[in-house]
C-alpha cells in the first residue's frame, strides 16, 4: 500500500518567515495530494489539496508544489503568523477514495 | 457551510461497555470514513464506505468493533467490549469522492 513520510516532525519559524513541509510518497499511481491542518483539540481541516496533472497551486499565503519524478509534494507557508501553529498532515491518494495519511508536522511560529 | 457532525463529542466509560458513536455525514456525499487518531500512531483509517456499502473494514478489531451505515444521513462505529486501549479521539469523514471532509471528533476514554 501507500507509504507518506513527513520531515521535518517539528518546524519552529519566527513570525514572519517562511515555512516549508515535504512529503514524500511511494505509490507512483497516486494523484491526490491534500494537505490538512490540525489545531489542537479541533478536527483536521482541509486547507489545500492538488493533483497530478498541476505542478503548483496557490491560496493566499499557502502553496503546494508536486514533483512526480521525485514523489514528493511541499506546503509553503509565506508570512507566518502565531495562528499558523498546528499540525499539519498531508496525504497521498489515487482514485479510491482512499488516502494514506503522514504522521504529520508540528508548526509553532514564534512571535 | 455545511460540515460533518458526530456525536457524543465526549464519552468516558468503563472496561466492558458498549460504546455507540454516531456521524451524519455531508448531504450528498457518498463515501464516509471512520479514523482513530492517536499520539502514538497517528491517524489510521478504521472503514469506509461507497454509497452505503462498506468497503474496507481491515483496519478495524473484528472482534469488538462494527460499523454500519443505515441510512445515507447516518454512520455508527460502536465497541463492545471496550478496553483502555481503545482510549483515543475516532473521527468521521465524508466526501464526493477523493477529497475528505472532517467532523469534530468523539474523545473515548474507556477507564
Known amino acids: 500500500g501507500e507509504n507518506v513520510e513527513q520531515h521535518p516532525s517539528t518546524l519552529s519559524v519566527q513570525e514572519g518567515d517562511s515555512a516549508v513541509i515535504k512529503c514524500t510518497y511511494s505509490d507512483s499511481a497516486s494523484n491526490y495530494f491534500p494537505w490538512y491542518k490540525q489545531e489542537l483539540g479541533k478536527r483536521p481541516q482541509l486547507i489545500i489539496d492538488i493533483r497530478s496533472n498541476v505542478g503548483e497551486k496557490k491560496d493566499q499565503r499557502i502553496a503546494v508544489t508536486l514533483n512526480k519524478t521525485a514523489k514528493h509534494f511541499s506546503l509553503h507557508i509565506t508570512e507566518t503568523q502565531p495562528e499558523d501553529s498546528a499540525v499539519y498532515f498531508c496525504a497521498a491518494g489515487h482514485g479510491n477514495n482512499r488516502l494514506a495519511f503522514g504522521k504529520g508536522n508540528q508548526v509553532v511560529v514564534i512571535p | 457551510d455545511a460540515r460533518v457532525t458526530q456525536t457524543p463529542r465526549d464519552k468516558v466509560t468503563e472496561m466492558g461497555q458498549e460504546v455507540t458513536m454516531r456521524c451524519q455525514p455531508i448531504?450528498?456525499?457518498?463515501?464516509v470514513f471512520w479514523y482513530r487518531q492517536t499520539m502514538m500512531q497517528g491517524l489510521e483509517l478504521l472503514a469506509y464506505?461507497?454509497?452505503?456499502?462498506?468497503?474496507?473494514d481491515s483496519g478495524m478489531p473484528k472482534d469488538r468493533f462494527s460499523a454500519e451505515m443505515p441510512d445515507a444521513t447516518l454512520a455508527t462505529l460502536k465497541i463492545q467490549p471496550s478496553e483502555p486501549r481503545d482510549s483515543a479521539v475516532y473521527f468521521c469523514?465524508?466526501?464526493?469522492?477523493?477529497?475528505?471532509?472532517f467532523g469534530p471528533g468523539t474523545r473515548l476514554t474507556v477507564l
Open positions: 448531504l450528498g456525499h457518498n463515501t
Open positions: 469523514a465524508s466526501g464526493p469522492g477523493d477529497t475528505q471532509y
Open positions: 464506505f461507497r454509497n452505503r456499502a462498506p468497503l474496507d
